[in-house]
């Protein structure tokens, strides 16, 4: 992920994006897919439209790209209105789920595929391609077909055909879905690698929420056809702007209950005569139904009632080991189910709390939050 510190025009108020949205609307019929949306991607920029399916977000990555037309607004891509330009026309690739190689060209063919079709000279080509094959480590299955890769490969031969002609745009239209976990996760490192060494602007569309969070510099959440929130990983996850937000991005615990008092932090009444505090989330107001998003790892869990903070009490019923971490599932006396992760930083020999163990599980006033419901 490009660092937050160094990289940040979306805050700097002279900063120019390379695309513009302008209430964007895009209608099916009587269906709307895309609802007024506006938004700008700068140049440079890692960006992830991420969401469930059918909340929108291919509908506007193929708007991008030139292969849907918006019902209304307009598209702008450094400073070009793209209003009746056709795809090929446009300074933009995209690199298809499937990857779409020609199955009876070489790696070194596939690339060259584009470069060929614009006729450049056969110099120009070859120098391109081999610039491509070095960036994406591919140079010693350059006359491989692609029967002959593994899906890793494969996904790299089809990232570097769509980085060959120097897009100013990059669209990546869930581009690892068809790897396992394990290669996944490598490529995720791979793919902003190359990102960052091309400077190009990347956007991805993607429902896997880690893959998101990983790559990102910004993140945009989406929902039936409307942008929930758009922000860096981190604010995603640690300062969501609601509920949904809160709980589409990674696991959380939400208690519900109504404001009691608000300032810097909130009071969230929540059973008879008991009370919970968390950083105030926008717009609370004393009295109204809220609920406090808080993070399983952000939860202690003891078998004696701590002295200060948030602290609630409960029966395990559910353990999961995971290796780097237990998941414990507490039924809290007056509430919900309670998740806790605790890391397990050294060989696990017993269990400190096993099934129907009382315990006390406990937070600090700033680690959960309060959104209005």
């Not at 000279?121 to 002959?148: C, F, I, N, Y």
């Not at 996850?237 to 949904?244: D, H, L, M």
């Amino acid at each position: 992920m490009v660092d937050d510190k160094a990289f940040h025009p979306w805050d700097d108020p002279t900063a120019t994006p390379l695309i513009r949205i302008e209430h964007i609307s895009k209608r099916f019929g009587d269906f709307t897919a895309i609802d007024d949306i506006s938004l700008g991607i700068y140049p440079k920029e890692f960006f992830a439209l991420l969401g469930p399916s059918g909340c929108g977000k291919t509908t506007l990555m193929r708007m991008l790209a030139g292969f849907e037309t918006p019902s209304e607004g307009r598209i702008t891509i450094d400073g070009a209105d793209m209003a009746g330009v056709p795809p090929n026309k446009r300074a933009v690739n995209m690199m298809f789920q499937s990857y779409a190689l020609f199955p009876h060209l070489s790696v070194w063919d596939n690339i060259a595929f584009g470069l060929k079709r614009d006729r450049l000279d056969k110099d120009r080509v070859a120098a391109r391609v081999d610039e491509m094959l070095k960036l994406t480590q591919l140079g010693k299955l350059a006359r491989r077909k692609p029967h002959q890769l593994s899906g890793g490969q494969r996904q790299r031969v089809a990232l570097a055909r769509a980085m060959a002609k120097a897009p100013k745009l990059l669209l990546l239209d869930e581009p690892l879905g068809a790897l396992d976990k394990k290669l996944r996760q490598e490529t995720q490192f791979e793919l902003m690698d190359i990102q960052e060494k091309t400077g190009t602007t990347f956007v991805i569309v993607t429902h896997d929420q880690e893959e998101a969070m990983t790559v990102a510099s910004r993140v945009a959440v989406m929902n039936h056809g409307e942008l929930i929130q758009v922000d860096t990983p981190g604010r995603i996850y640690e300062a969501p702007s609601s509920i949904y937000v809160a709980d589409f991005i990674g696991d959380v615990n939400l208690i519900e209950g109504r404001v009691g008092a608000v300032g810097e932090l909130a009071e969230l009444n929540w059973a008879e005569g008991r009370s919970l505090k968390g950083q105030a989330g926008p717009s609370l107001e004393p009295g109204q139904a809220a609920t406090l998003a808080i993070r399983p790892e952000k939860i202690a869990i003891s078998r004696e009632e701590p002295e200060a903070g948030n602290r609630v009490k409960g029966r395990i019923v559910d353990i999961g080991y995971l290796g780097n971490l237990s998941t414990y599932h507490v039924k809290l006396d007056e509430g919900p189910m309670i998740k806790c992760e605790v890391g397990n930083r050294s060989r696990l020999a017993r269990r400190d709390f096993t099934w129907e163990d009382e315990v006390w599980l406990s937070w600090t006033d700033t680690a959960g939050l309060v959104l209005s419901s």
